[in-house]
């Protein structure tokens, strides 16, 4: 008996002990401070229980976070029920100062204030709030201390004062009504609806500029949710409405697992108002609409687009949000639009048209045809001629081009034929390594007219050339031509900036044709030219057979000074250019069976078109110096005939000495008249 006495003795001093601690001024005390420290460990705060008042049926508790930051809750309980009814009220006026407790810089103020009733199995939470300037009811019932009902309603909620409660600048300004009534916000098994209207709505053009340096109109807006909820799943209707930008989308969404069925339409009047949010640098309109059906799992994505005022159609199926397959029809897409809407300069004008059916968009077993029809294009030879400062106008030119490209894992295969007014190419199998970045191609090209390229080559040129070879590029570059000119063939390579031609069988007189200079000279030339694009220097070493000259001013004095006809003999020799940019040094030795031509040091400027020439003539053993200066065309053409003339005088004075002299005399006065004529000439 004793030890029951013990025992009830020990509950009933527990119970005043605890009674007291907890239920009186003097308990109220002492545990105070031990709360406080508790508080300024949770929220990094220096927080104080300004109030701390706890009886057994009513309480009343005001915690000042710090400086104008205050909760205030008071109220009656029942530890038996464990039911209670309080009142509480929120002011915090300096929001900034509550970074370590919220975690993020917030501005201005909040206030709210309510009551919380209920018990530990249903509490009612009803309030109200002027967040962000607004006038705002709520009510919160929670089941199991979990919230499973919310109404809600927002009124006039003022977007600036939003942003910058958020610590966000000023980008827009509107008014905000929100009304939300969720009847059962329990996981899977969702009801109720939300509608968020935004009303007189303004884009801050200024602050828009300065942080992403998008220059728009001023703008005004307006925006409409509406969305049902049931279950897990999610209907609803959205639209935003503006002078810049329409967009509109409805359907039906399962966040959980997600399961997609909606429709969009995107109408923006101007792209770079979108930079901000997708990085993109373009500009221009754009319409596009379109549905998206499916899962994570597998998703369907299709629409249509007018893009750069074309007729556009694409569908793509996602599997884990990666594309799976993609196809894609566009028509009429206008080239000039195109360039202007990603910022590039006025190129070209043209239709473009392109079919895309790729069957695997895994980059690792890529499969998949694209076609591409350029017609009805014009090149803005204006433009192109100022931005590659080209010496002359670029002539007017037109061009079309059809591709046909296969994709075949890391290996593209392209067919090409592009037909302009300048040239036309014809590629059988372009191949593109995406591994190594490699390229191998054929080509073929086909120059009707080489005078049309004198904006290029600065040469008024006579004629075509078609040409073939292959294009190879991977580590080093590497490119053959091969080419029936000229009467001949030319075989050329070039190995990154070494250009190397075999030249047989060439015609001079189609080349001076070709290069537009006199045609003074036949015969066909065998020779090798190499030459460094980089330093634009190079060698040509070369072979004359079969020569002849064609009616001169130059071989006309020969005939008249020397007395041989030099047009009757045939000619054949070394022929050798040292090339220097522009300037040409050039030096030929041609023999016939009783006459040689020679010259060391013909210089030769392609760009000014001059020449200066010394050239060396042994006519059937009468020798004659000829000078050419001035216009390639139609040079100064200058005549030395001092050696022809020292011989034939001294063969004539020999003569006539030999019928009056004896063959001493007359070998010394040989002699003399040779120093004699020496001098005079």
Not at 306 to 311: C, K, M, Q, R, T
């Amino acid at each position: 008996m004793k030890i029951i006495m013990w025992i009830l003795g020990l509950l009933v001093a527990l119970v005043a002990f605890v009674y007291v601690a907890a239920f009186t001024s003097v308990g109220n005390a002492t545990v105070k401070p031990l709360i406080e420290t508790e508080i300024q460990k949770q929220t990094h705060l220096p927080s104080k229980l300004a109030v701390f008042h706890l009886r057994m049926s009513e309480f009343e508790i005001k915690l000042v976070l710090n400086k104008n930051n205050t909760i205030h809750l008071k109220g009656d309980y029942s530890l038996f029920s464990q039911s209670f009814d309080i009142l509480y009220n929120v002011r915090l006026e300096e929001l900034r100062t509550l970074k370590p407790l919220t975690q993020t810089q917030l501005q201005s103020s909040f206030h709210t204030n309510g009551k919380i009733k209920g018990d530990m199995k249903l509490i009612n939470v009803d309030g109200k709030s002027d967040v962000a300037k607004s006038a705002t009811d709520y009510h919160v019932t929670l089941t199991d201390l979990n919230p499973t009902s919310i109404i809600a309603k927002i009124d006039s909620a003022d977007l600036a004062s939003l942003l910058y409660m958020l610590n966000q600048k000023e980008y827009a300004k509107a008014k905000i009504d929100l009304d939300v009534n969720f009847k059962n916000i329990t996981p899977h098994k969702l009801d109720g609806n939300i509608i968020l209207l935004t009303k007189n709505g303004a884009l801050n053009s200024g602050v828009l500029k300065k942080d992403f340096n998008v220059t728009i109109p001023k703008t005004a807006f307006n925006m409409k949710l509406d969305a049902n909820l049931n279950g897990d799943a999610v209907d609803y209707s959205y639209l935003l409405n503006s002078n810049l930008a329409k967009i509109t989308s409805a359907g039906h969404v399962i966040p959980q697992p997600l399961n997609l069925n909606l429709t969009y339409n995107i109408d923006v009047k101007e792209l770079a108002l979108l930079k901000p949010i997708s990085g993109a640098d373009v500009r221009g309109p754009l319409r596009l609409s379109g549905k998206v059906k499916g899962s994570k799992e597998m998703m369907a994505v299709s629409g249509k687009t007018d893009i750069a005022a074309s007729n556009t159609t694409f569908s793509a199926v996602l599997k884990d949000f990666a594309p799976k397959s993609v196809k894609a029809d566009i028509k009429g897409l206008h080239l000039e639009k195109l360039l202007y809407m990603v910022k590039q300069p006025h190129y070209a004008d043209a239709l473009f048209d392109m079919n895309v059916d790729i069957a695997n968009a895994d980059m690792k077993k890529l499969q998949g045809v694209v076609q591409t029809n350029i017609r009805k294009g014009l090149v803005d030879s204006r433009y192109m001629t100022k931005a590659y400062e080209f010496s002359s106008k670029m002539p007017r030119t037109t061009f079309s081009a059809k591709t046909y490209t296969t994709l075949n894992k890391n290996i593209i295969d392209t067919k090409v034929n592009f037909l302009s007014t300048l040239a036309n190419l014809d590629v059988k199998k372009a191949r593109f390594d995406m591994n190594d970045k490699s390229i191998n191609s054929d080509y073929r090209v086909d120059i009707k007219d080489l005078d049309k390229l004198y904006f290029v080559t600065e040469r008024h040129l006579k004629g075509g050339v078609i040409a073939n070879g292959e294009l190879k590029k991977a580590k080093d570059l590497d490119f053959t031509a091969h080419s029936n000119i000229a009467g001949g063939k030319l075989d050329a390579k070039l190995h990154n900036d070494d250009f190397h031609a075999d030249l047989n069988a060439l015609k001079t007189l189609d080349i001076l044709d070709m290069l537009i200079y006199p045609k003074i000279f036949k015969a066909t030339i065998d020779a090798d030219l190499d030459y460094n694009l980089a330093k634009s220097k190079g060698k040509l070493s070369g072979f004359l057979s079969h020569g002849s000259f064609m009616k001169n001013q130059a071989l006309d004095l020969v005939k008249k000074y020397a007395h041989t006809n030099l047009y009757d003999q045939k000619f054949k020799g070394d022929v050798n250019a040292d090339i220097n940019k522009e300037k040409i040094v050039a030096a030929f030795d041609l023999r016939s069976n009783t006459s040689s031509i020679k010259s060391k040091n013909t210089k030769l400027n392609t760009l000014t078109k001059k020449i200066n020439s010394k050239i060396e003539i042994i006519a059937n053993k009468n020798p004659l110096t000829i000078t050419l200066k001035g216009d390639i065309k139609s040079p100064r053409v200058g005549v030395d005939a001092s050696k022809l003339i020292t011989k034939e005088a001294t063969k004539a004075l020999q003569k006539e000495a030999k019928k009056y002299l004896d063959k001493e005399t007359t070998k010394q006065l040989q002699k003399e008249a040779g120093k004699l004529f020496k001098g005079l000439f």
